[in-house]
């Protein structure tokens, strides 16, 4: 038979049980509670977070655009008008993108998370997912780009008039492909993966003179429209295989590419090599006429990248591929986009004259085979990419440290034996 407890027995039994059913409930609506309650505000001003807000945010709107800056930098100081009067047009998209800032000087943590490493930063989270956004920073720019990046991956032009409303956007940072007559499964796969380099479009309806604008006299076809560069070039196909691929991966860049920090990063994502044309000055007319005859070499060789740089414009970039003090100007190498170029015997240097035929040269010694490697260092290459030079300074600088040891012994040793004497 159980013992029969008194009234205190039973209350100091209890006591662990209304302790737990108090507790219990806390703990069940503390974990995320503060993400749940919060709530991001969406009347268009520019919403500043912190550590303890920050993932909240993410999660409670599909489309957040984040400036990560410090209160030091001035470039943030200049963005900041503009954010201010891009924020209500984006909330008030039909599909809004709310702005928010967040000081990544203060708090370090999420700048470190974001791997944010300069001020400003620009993200577009994309239902939680971040992108750097590298784009213009004026407000209308900004705008137009952004309502870009939230936009269907391929869009559908139901006239001739919703075609030049779309085209006459001052879009800077994309370009457009236009599909006029294709079927819509061919480009949608490249409309998602290119989403954010390029404006997929379907023209259901087009007039004769659309096909004179944008130059096309048959269907389908897939036009590309370059409006930074003024480039323009058109496909007829075969839209399949490798084709449609390389015809879409190639028209991202311009023709002849000027290179500089923004075509730098443009050139990761094409596996091609590049012909690189240092000038003494682009915008000089000798270097003028000379790029013209790139683009038409460009043209006909699409298995190779075309790009050009001024020594001028880009001191720093030029110095591992010219010698200023050895080497004249024009001159042509094949660069592989990171540590090794190529020149081809005898047919650097362009000289005064016929460029054309020089370039032709190149290219076929280029293919043959007539080449020889160097490093961006200006140096040859040699076993495991190693320079002897390096290896030469080490040895000697290994060498001077024995010595300076070995002397310091020497000079210790020596008021010993005078003592001893």
């Known amino acids: 038979m159980a013992p029969v407890m008194d009234k205190p027995q039973q209350l100091r039994r209890l006591i662990p049980l209304i302790a737990l059913a108090l507790v219990l409930p806390a703990c069940l609506t503390s974990g995320g509670g503060d993400q749940a309650s919060f709530q991001i505000p969406r009347d268009g001003s520019v919403v500043e977070l912190d550590e303890g807000n920050f993932e909240a945010s993410v999660a409670a709107v599909d489309y957040l655009f984040v400036d990560f800056h410090a209160p030091w930098c001035g470039h943030c100081k200049r963005l900041a008008p503009q954010l201010d009067e891009a924020a209500p047009v984006l909330a008030g998209l039909s599909t809004p993108i709310v702005v928010a800032k967040v000081n990544a000087e203060k708090y370090k943590k999420l700048g470190s998370k974001y791997g944010v490493d300069g001020f400003p930063t ?41 075609s030049k409303v779309l085209f006459s956007k001052p879009v800077q940072i994309f370009h457009y492909l236009l599909d006029l007559g294709v079927d819509e499964s061919s480009i949608a796969e490249y409309g998602a993966r290119y989403k954010k380099k390029a404006w997929f479009s379907i023209a259901k309806d087009f007039s004769e003179d659309m096909m004179a604008v944008y130059d096309f006299d048959k269907i389908p076809a897939l036009v590309s429209l370059n ?38 990063k443009m050139l990761k994502d094409d596996d091609r090599k590049v012909v690189l044309t240092v000038l003494e000055d682009e915008f000089d007319e000798t270097s003028t006429q000379l790029i013209k005859v790139l683009r038409s070499a460009a043209n006909a060789n699409h298995d190779l990248v075309f790009g050009y740089v001024g020594v001028k414009q880009w001191e720093e970039f030029t110095e591992p591929f010219h ?48 080449t020889a490697k160097k490093s961006v260092g200006g140096r040859t290459l040699t076993l495991l990419g190693v320079n002897a030079l390096y290896i030469l300074l080490f040895l000697v600088a290994v060498l001077i440290v024995l010595m300076f040891f070995s002397g310091q012994g020497e000079e210790d040793r020596q008021p010993t034996r005078a003592h001893q004497e």
């Open 122 to 162: 620009l993200m577009l989270f994309d239902h939680g997912v971040p992108t750097e956004y590298t784009g213009s920073r004026k407000a209308g720019l900004l705008i137009e780009s952004l309502k870009k990046l939230v936009a269907p991956h391929v869009s559908v032009l139901e006239s001739t008039q919703q």
């Open 227 to 264: 409006t930074k560069y003024n480039e323009q070039s058109v496909f007829y196909g075969p839209f399949e295989g490798t084709f449609l691929h390389d015809f879409i991966q190639q028209s991202l860049l311009p023709i002849t590419v000027p290179i500089n920090a923004e075509t730098l």
């Open 323 to 370: 010698d200023s003090k050895t080497s004249q100007l024009p001159k042509m190498i094949v660069w592989d986009k990171d540590e090794e170029y190529e020149v081809v015997e005898g047919s650097g240097n362009l000289q005064e004259g016929d460029h054309g035929s020089q370039i032709s040269r190149f290219l076929e010694g280029y293919r043959a085979g007539r």
